[in-house]
Protein backbone atom coordinates (compact mmCIF):
# COMPACT_ATOMS: atom_id res chain seq x y z
CA UNK A 1 0.00 0.00 0.00
CA UNK A 2 2.88 2.28 1.13
CA UNK A 3 4.77 1.99 -2.22
CA UNK A 4 1.31 2.81 -4.38
CA UNK A 5 0.99 6.26 -2.22
CA UNK A 6 4.50 7.14 -2.93
CA UNK A 7 4.15 6.66 -6.72
CA UNK A 8 0.81 8.67 -6.18
CA UNK A 9 2.30 11.56 -4.41
CA UNK A 10 5.20 11.53 -7.01
CA UNK A 11 2.56 11.59 -9.74
CA UNK A 12 1.20 14.78 -8.23
CA UNK A 13 4.27 16.31 -8.32
CA UNK A 14 5.80 15.51 -4.87
CA UNK A 15 9.84 15.59 -5.65
CA UNK A 16 11.06 14.24 -1.95
CA UNK A 17 8.58 11.42 -1.23
CA UNK A 18 10.04 7.93 0.56
CA UNK A 19 8.58 4.77 1.04
CA UNK A 20 8.13 4.18 4.81
CA UNK A 21 8.08 0.32 4.53
CA UNK A 22 8.32 -0.29 8.56
CA UNK A 23 4.34 0.43 8.68
CA UNK A 24 2.18 2.99 10.64
CA UNK A 25 2.98 0.62 14.14
CA UNK A 26 6.27 1.64 13.96
CA UNK A 27 6.10 4.81 12.60
CA UNK A 28 3.90 5.71 16.45
CA UNK A 29 6.35 3.88 18.49
CA UNK A 30 9.30 5.73 17.22
CA UNK A 31 7.40 8.41 18.36
CA UNK A 32 7.06 10.24 14.59
CA UNK A 33 4.39 12.98 14.15
CA UNK A 34 1.08 12.44 13.04
CA UNK A 35 -1.41 14.63 11.67
CA UNK A 36 -4.39 12.70 13.54
CA UNK A 37 -5.40 12.85 16.74
CA UNK A 38 -5.00 9.87 19.19
CA UNK A 39 -7.92 8.62 21.53
CA UNK A 40 -5.87 7.63 23.95
CA UNK A 41 -2.89 9.68 26.05
CA UNK A 42 0.15 8.43 25.18
CA UNK A 43 3.08 8.43 26.68
CA UNK A 44 4.90 10.78 24.07
CA UNK A 45 2.83 13.17 25.52
CA UNK A 46 4.70 12.94 28.80
CA UNK A 47 8.38 12.33 27.39
CA UNK A 48 11.01 13.82 29.31
CA UNK A 49 13.92 14.39 26.97
CA UNK A 50 16.49 15.14 29.58
CA UNK A 51 17.52 11.89 31.01
CA UNK A 52 21.41 11.48 32.08
CA UNK A 53 23.66 9.09 30.37
CA UNK A 54 26.94 8.50 30.14
CA UNK A 55 28.82 5.50 28.05
CA UNK A 56 29.38 2.26 28.63
CA UNK A 57 33.29 3.22 28.40
CA UNK A 58 33.25 5.73 31.05
CA UNK A 59 34.88 5.47 34.41
CA UNK A 60 32.99 5.10 37.20
CA UNK A 61 34.41 8.81 38.32
CA UNK A 62 32.90 10.27 35.12
CA UNK A 63 29.66 8.88 35.98
CA UNK A 64 29.20 10.26 39.46
CA UNK A 65 30.16 13.63 38.22
CA UNK A 66 27.47 12.97 35.66
CA UNK A 67 24.72 12.25 38.37
CA UNK A 68 25.26 15.64 39.95
CA UNK A 69 22.01 14.00 42.83
CA UNK A 70 20.04 12.09 40.48
CA UNK A 71 20.05 8.09 41.42
CA UNK A 72 20.88 6.62 38.26
CA UNK A 73 22.36 6.99 35.06
CA UNK A 74 21.34 5.51 31.70
CA UNK A 75 24.33 3.72 30.10
CA UNK A 76 24.27 3.82 26.06
CA UNK A 77 26.31 3.15 22.96
CA UNK A 78 28.18 5.39 20.66
CA UNK A 79 24.38 5.35 18.99
CA UNK A 80 22.26 6.26 21.97
CA UNK A 81 20.85 2.57 22.20
CA UNK A 82 20.52 1.60 25.56
CA UNK A 83 22.46 -1.09 26.91
CA UNK A 84 22.11 -0.58 30.56
CA UNK A 85 21.25 1.65 33.81
CA UNK A 86 24.15 2.85 36.42
CA UNK A 87 22.57 2.98 39.34
CA UNK A 88 24.50 5.72 41.91
CA UNK A 89 24.38 3.48 45.13
CA UNK A 90 26.41 0.48 42.87
CA UNK A 91 28.63 3.64 41.54
CA UNK A 92 29.77 4.83 44.68
CA UNK A 93 30.40 1.30 46.20
CA UNK A 94 33.29 0.91 42.81
CA UNK A 95 36.72 1.64 42.36
CA UNK A 96 37.04 5.34 40.28
CA UNK A 97 38.80 4.18 37.69
CA UNK A 98 36.44 0.90 37.11
CA UNK A 99 34.47 0.61 33.61
CA UNK A 100 30.71 2.00 34.13
CA UNK A 101 29.99 -1.43 31.91
CA UNK A 102 31.55 -3.53 34.60
CA UNK A 103 28.97 -2.56 37.18
CA UNK A 104 25.83 -1.48 35.37
CA UNK A 105 22.69 -3.55 35.82
CA UNK A 106 21.92 -4.53 31.83
CA UNK A 107 18.57 -5.10 30.16
CA UNK A 108 16.30 -2.43 31.67
CA UNK A 109 13.01 -2.01 31.11
CA UNK A 110 11.84 -0.19 27.75
CA UNK A 111 8.49 1.14 26.43
CA UNK A 112 7.37 2.26 23.29
CA UNK A 113 5.98 6.34 22.47
CA UNK A 114 2.88 5.15 21.92
CA UNK A 115 1.71 3.22 24.57
CA UNK A 116 -1.31 4.49 26.67
CA UNK A 117 0.26 6.83 29.28
CA UNK A 118 -2.42 6.23 31.92
CA UNK A 119 -1.86 2.26 31.39
CA UNK A 120 1.98 2.75 31.81
CA UNK A 121 1.46 5.01 35.02
CA UNK A 122 -0.59 2.32 36.54
CA UNK A 123 1.88 -0.39 36.24
CA UNK A 124 4.59 2.01 37.38
CA UNK A 125 2.26 2.14 40.76
CA UNK A 126 1.74 -1.01 41.30
CA UNK A 127 5.17 -2.24 40.76
CA UNK A 128 6.47 1.21 43.00
CA UNK A 129 8.55 2.15 39.98
CA UNK A 130 9.07 6.07 39.72
CA UNK A 131 10.49 6.34 35.83
CA UNK A 132 10.45 4.40 32.93
CA UNK A 133 13.15 4.64 29.74
CA UNK A 134 11.33 5.72 26.44
CA UNK A 135 13.09 4.32 23.73
CA UNK A 136 12.49 3.82 19.69
CA UNK A 137 11.76 0.20 18.66
CA UNK A 138 15.37 0.42 17.21
CA UNK A 139 16.34 0.90 21.10
CA UNK A 140 17.41 4.65 20.39
CA UNK A 141 16.92 6.18 24.08
CA UNK A 142 14.10 9.29 23.85
CA UNK A 143 13.72 9.91 27.33
CA UNK A 144 11.56 8.89 30.32
CA UNK A 145 8.44 9.33 31.72
CA UNK A 146 7.80 9.77 35.73
CA UNK A 147 5.62 7.80 37.36
CA UNK A 148 3.53 10.92 38.44
CA UNK A 149 0.90 12.66 36.41
CA UNK A 150 2.70 15.97 35.01
CA UNK A 151 0.91 18.93 34.23
CA UNK A 152 1.65 20.77 30.67
Keep these: MSQRAACQLERLGFTNVHDFVHGKAYWLASGRPTTHSHPIDRVIDHLNPNVI ?5 ATVADAV ?9 VVVSESNVVVGVARADRLSGAAPGSIVADIMSVGPTTIRTDEDAK ?3 ARMTQHGVSSLLITKPTGVLLGSINAERQTR
Excluded at 53 to 57: G, L, Q, Y
Excluded at 65 to 73: K, M
Design 53 to 57: TVSAH
Design 65 to 73: DALTGADRA
Design 119 to 121: AVR
